[in-house]
């Protein structure tokens, strides 16, 4: 049976593929859980995926040339790592470098493994502070849902942090070392919170994973498998249960039929050939990036300003986190880049306070140190360590002797922060690639500035000295939100309050996009709690789950 | 996952022995510290080898290096170099960045290097490192003073 598709442009017939009950497009955080979640469902799950499985033994920490691949194959920009499954982001409209890994893992390759949950006064921001809106669910609603996630991820953490509600610790946290008890003396003196930060990373053996043997280096893989990805995680148990996950390939749109439902996808296979993937059920999983680029790379006549766009708000209200980095040196080694990144983080100024002169807040995430190569390309670059005879000198009072932070600041919706189509640049197999329009706002640029002087003040209560700082992080956009917002009104949201978009009653969104706020700490528990809630929603309402008023 | 990108460029011979001097002005050996230079033999054939992306502006770099010593920085008395440095270092960030970049991963991965760190000369896995525990009595504070989040129930 030949296919048909509304549009005009594809000239040939595709090969049809076996249908499947449900297409998710994208094996990243939010698209493993769905898949793992609808798997006891029964139904014929395929997922596309543009990138290919990462081999633990690939990851730099197998070698000595562990710091170089940070900035070559494993480098967090895409613009840079140009590896064959990515594509190409005009980011030039953006003071913040969007950051990405596209393969089965997705973000969770490559992130720092710091797993704070979005707060109860994160979902009511307009009834409590009268700025953007309110999110059309609740810490209540995700609650089951960050435990199960909690549990499938294996996250490390201690119970009891007066930042939070009670929740449970899976794991023991990550040990304090000479990092976190040097933040934490300088806390208790300021009289400021900071607790164990709950981590990605396994402290002990855990459901076929190693335990974290402090690597470091964990932004660029785990090659013990202590940290938590989703290949790692959700992937082999919903493989177990007959998910098929099928590798490089990119979908290069959604298809819809005559009565505006999505029944497919139109993807690149390996060799480059066009296919088609035949669904009941679309599930898009791509990141607060590449979901509104597909979705506006979707268009027919159905839907001539993309799929699910009827507001408009496709693309709107990207929200990054601006990021702050403040960093310190010390007069004794301390843990240097042995053990991860993260370990420890402050709530102290989560909360809006109007006297700082913002409103909401920002969480402080404590970081270890540096390797030797780049400790010593940070210290010649800021000029902390000379060229010539002085260099060994100067670079053994910095190696092993620093320690940073990060400021992740709540980055409020605004709708001329945007991802769009370029009309030039396009990816390898010739789809129109994303463009960014971003521009940090007054309160962003105030949060900033507050949040150096503060941090400043716990590394100098720590008996730092040249402490640096740097805001906005320039390759900082690790994540993207916002852009397919979830609301109860259907003129001012793309989705409804469990992930179905408003004009394609089987098309659903489960990433960062629909976010209707950032709050201020990492995303990626409460994205998979959302993904994890809408594939819950998926399972409950099979018999209706395409009407009008389900 | 070794990318497939290749870079094509390679640096002449002439650019070799600039880039030599350079590298070697920028980390020289130390008798003190028992560490060879990053202009010696291993560790330049690493610099070399790994040059990549950084290949292009450090041929820029060169240029203009030769350029502002009348054809040739290697063909002036050391002496003069760092005058025709100091200048290009301050006015082409970017370019001393990669020289930077390029140097110092190649540097600070020799083994005799790592050993004078005291390191031991091995990548992290699958040994790993250890990390003290600390004394989680620390937090003894942070529990006293009770909870901070904010409830929007209860506002």
Same mark, same amino acid.
């Given at each position: 049976?030949?296919?048909?598709?509304?549009?005009?442009?594809?000239?040939?017939?595709?090969?049809?593929?076996?249908?499947? =009950? #449900?297409?998710?497009?994208?094996?990243?955080?939010?698209?493993?859980? +769905?898949?793992?979640?609808?798997?006891?469902?029964?139904?014929?799950? $395929?997922?596309?995926?543009?990138?290919?499985?990462?081999?633990?033994?690939?990851?730099?920490?197998?070698?000595?040339?562990? !710091?170089?691949?940070?900035?070559?194959?494993?480098?967090?920009?895409?613009? #840079?790592?140009?590896?064959?499954?990515?594509?190409?982001?005009?980011?030039?409209?953006?003071?913040?470098? +969007? +950051?990405?890994?596209?393969? $089965?893992?997705?973000?969770?390759?490559?992130?720092?493994?710091?797993?704070?949950?979005?707060?109860?006064?994160?979902?009511? *921001?307009?009834?409590?502070?009268?700025?953007?809106? =309110?999110? /059309?669910?609740?810490? /209540?609603?995700?609650?089951?849902?960050?435990?199960?996630?909690?549990?499938?991820?294996?996250?490390?953490?201690?119970?009891? =942090?007066?930042?939070?509600?009670?929740?449970?610790? $899976?794991?023991? /946290?990550?040990?304090?070392?000479?990092?976190?008890?040097?933040?934490?003396?300088?806390?208790?003196?300021?009289?400021?919170?900071?607790?164990?930060?709950?981590?990605?990373?396994?402290?002990?053996?855990?459901?076929?994973?190693?335990?974290?043997?402090?690597?470091?280096?964990?932004?660029?893989?785990?090659?013990?498998?202590?940290?938590?990805?989703?290949?790692?995680?959700?992937?082999?148990?919903?493989?177990?249960?007959?998910?098929?996950?099928?590798?490089?390939?990119? #979908?290069? !749109?959604?298809? $819809?039929?005559?009565?505006?439902?999505?029944?497919?996808?139109?993807?690149?296979?390996?060799?480059?050939?066009?296919?088609?993937?035949?669904?009941? #059920?679309?599930?898009?999983?791509?990141?607060?990036?590449?979901?509104?680029?597909?979705?506006?790379?979707?268009?027919?006549?159905? &839907?001539?300003?993309?799929?699910?766009?009827?507001?408009?708000?496709?693309?709107?209200?990207?929200?990054?986190?601006?990021?702050?980095?403040?960093?310190?040196? &010390?007069?004794?080694?301390?843990?240097?880049?042995?053990? /991860?990144?993260?370990?420890?983080?402050?709530?102290?100024?989560?909360?809006?306070?109007?006297?700082?002169? &913002?409103?909401?807040?920002?969480?402080?995430?404590?970081?270890?140190?540096?390797?030797?190569?780049?400790?010593?390309?940070?210290?010649?670059?800021?000029?902390?360590?000379?060229?010539?005879?002085?260099?060994?000198?100067?670079?053994?009072?910095?190696?092993?002797?620093?320690?940073?932070?990060?400021?992740?600041?709540?980055?409020?919706? !605004?709708?001329?922060?945007?991802?769009?189509?370029?009309?030039?640049?396009?990816?390898?197999?010739?789809?129109?690639?994303?463009?960014?329009?971003?521009?940090?706002?007054?309160?962003?640029?105030?949060?900033?500035?507050?949040?150096?002087?503060?941090?400043?003040?716990?590394?100098?209560?720590?008996?730092?000295?040249?402490?640096?700082?740097?805001?906005?992080?320039?390759?900082?956009?690790?994540?993207?939100?916002?852009?397919?917002?979830?609301?109860?009104?259907?003129?001012?949201?793309? *989705?409804?309050?469990?992930?179905?978009?408003?004009?394609?009653?089987?098309?659903?969104?489960?990433?960062?996009?629909?976010?209707?706020?950032?709050?201020?700490?990492?995303?990626?528990?409460?994205?998979?709690?959302?993904?994890?809630?809408?594939?819950?929603?998926?399972?409950?309402?099979?018999?209706?789950?395409?009407?009008?008023?389900? | 996952?070794?990318?497939?990108?290749?870079?094509?460029?390679?640096?002449?011979?002439?650019?070799?022995?600039?880039?030599?001097?350079?590298?070697?002005?920028?980390?020289?050996?130390? %008798?003190?510290?028992?560490?060879?230079?990053? %202009?010696?033999?291993?560790?330049?054939?690493?610099?070399?080898?790994?040059?990549?992306?950084?290949?292009?502006?450090?041929?820029?770099?060169?240029?203009?290096?030769?350029?502002?010593?009348?054809?040739?920085?290697?063909?002036?008395?050391?002496?003069?170099?760092?005058?025709?440095?100091?200048?290009?270092?301050?006015?082409?960030?970017?370019?001393?960045?990669?020289?930077?970049?390029?140097?110092?991963?190649?540097?600070?991965?020799?083994?005799?290097?790592?050993?004078?760190?005291?390191?031991?000369?091995?990548?992290?896995?699958?040994?790993?490192?250890?990390?003290?525990?600390? %004394?989680?009595?620390?937090?003894?504070?942070?529990?006293?003073?009770?909870?901070?989040?904010?409830?929007? %129930?209860?506002?």
């Amino acid at each position: 049976m030949l296919l048909t598709i509304i549009k005009p442009r594809i000239e040939r017939p595709l090969s049809q593929l076996e249908r499947a =009950d #449900v297409l998710i497009i994208g094996a990243g955080a939010s698209g493993a859980a +769905v898949a793992w979640s609808l798997a006891e469902t029964r139904m014929r799950i $395929v997922c596309l995926e543009q990138g290919d499985w990462v081999k633990p033994t690939d990851y730099p920490s197998n070698g000595r040339d562990w !710091e170089e691949r940070q900035f070559t194959d494993f480098n967090i920009n895409p613009n #840079v790592r140009r590896s064959p499954a990515d594509y190409p982001i005009n980011d030039s409209g953006s003071p913040i470098k +969007v +950051v990405n890994f596209n393969g $089965v893992g997705g973000g969770t390759i490559l992130y720092a493994g710091h797993f704070p949950r979005l707060h109860p006064s994160d979902f009511r *921001v307009r009834s409590l502070d009268g700025v953007a809106d =309110d999110w /059309p669910i609740d810490y /209540p609603t995700l609650e089951p849902w960050f435990a199960l996630n909690d549990r499938m991820m294996g996250i490390s953490g201690l119970a009891g =942090d007066p930042a939070y509600p009670p929740k449970e610790a $899976v794991l023991p /946290p990550l040990p304090l070392g000479h990092t976190g008890t040097t933040y934490g003396r300088a806390l208790n003196t300021l009289g400021w919170h900071w607790w164990p930060a709950d981590t990605a990373m396994a402290t002990k053996d855990y459901d076929g994973r190693g335990r974290c043997i402090n690597l470091g280096n964990c932004m660029a893989g785990c090659a013990q498998g202590a940290k938590a990805s989703t290949d790692i995680t959700y992937w082999p148990h919903a493989i177990r249960q007959r998910v098929e996950l099928r590798t490089r390939a990119r #979908v290069r !749109e959604i298809t $819809v039929d005559a009565s505006g439902m999505a029944n497919g996808a139109v993807y690149f296979d390996v060799s480059g050939v066009e296919q088609f993937q035949p669904a009941d #059920v679309v599930v898009v999983a791509c990141n607060g990036v590449g979901t509104p680029r597909l979705l506006l790379n979707s268009t027919s006549n159905r &839907f001539p300003n993309g799929l699910a766009n009827s507001t408009g708000l496709v693309g709107r209200n990207l929200m990054f986190h601006p990021y702050a980095s403040i960093r310190g040196f &010390f007069d004794r080694p301390l843990d240097g880049h042995r053990g /991860p990144h993260v370990g420890t983080w402050s709530q102290q100024f989560y909360e809006t306070d109007r006297t700082r002169g &913002f409103v909401r807040g920002f969480t402080f995430q404590f970081n270890r140190g540096m390797g030797p190569a780049l400790t010593a390309m940070v210290g010649m670059m800021t000029g902390l360590i000379p060229w010539g005879s002085g260099h060994h000198e100067a670079y053994r009072m910095l190696f092993d002797r620093s320690i940073s932070m990060a400021a992740i600041c709540e980055d409020l919706p !605004e709708a001329h922060n945007r991802v769009t189509l370029d009309p030039v640049l396009k990816d390898a197999n010739g789809i129109p690639a994303p463009r960014i329009e971003y521009q940090l706002s007054a309160n962003s640029r105030a949060m900033l500035a507050f949040a150096i002087e503060r941090g400043r003040e716990i590394l100098e209560t720590a008996g730092a000295r040249e402490i640096q700082s740097e805001a906005p992080i320039l390759n900082g956009g690790w994540h993207l939100l916002g852009t397919a917002r979830m609301g109860d009104d259907p003129e001012n949201s793309v *989705v409804n309050s469990w992930g179905r978009a408003h004009d394609v009653k089987n098309l659903f969104i489960v990433d960062g996009s629909v976010f209707v706020t950032s709050g201020g700490v990492n995303p990626t528990a409460t994205i998979q709690a959302i993904a994890l809630h809408v594939a819950d929603n998926i399972k409950k309402r099979l018999a209706n789950l395409f009407d009008a008023d389900a | 996952m070794k990318t497939e990108i290749h870079f094509q460029a390679k640096l002449t011979s002439a650019q070799s022995r600039t880039l030599a001097v350079l590298v070697g002005s920028m980390i020289p050996a130390s %008798d003190e510290h028992g560490v060879p230079g990053a %202009d010696d033999p291993l560790i330049f054939a690493d610099i070399l080898k790994s040059l990549g992306r950084e290949t292009v502006a450090i041929q820029q770099l060169i240029g203009i290096l030769d350029e502002r010593s009348g054809g040739s920085f290697v063909g002036l008395p050391i002496e003069q170099h760092q005058a025709v440095l100091e200048p290009v270092r301050q006015e082409h960030p970017l370019l001393i960045a990669a020289l930077i970049t390029a140097t110092a991963r190649c540097y600070y991965r020799d083994d005799r290097v790592m050993h004078s760190l005291g390191m031991e000369a091995r990548p992290p896995f699958p040994k790993g490192f250890e990390v003290h525990e600390g %004394d989680w009595a620390l937090l003894d504070p942070v529990k006293a003073r009770g909870p901070i989040w904010r409830n929007p %129930d209860r506002e």
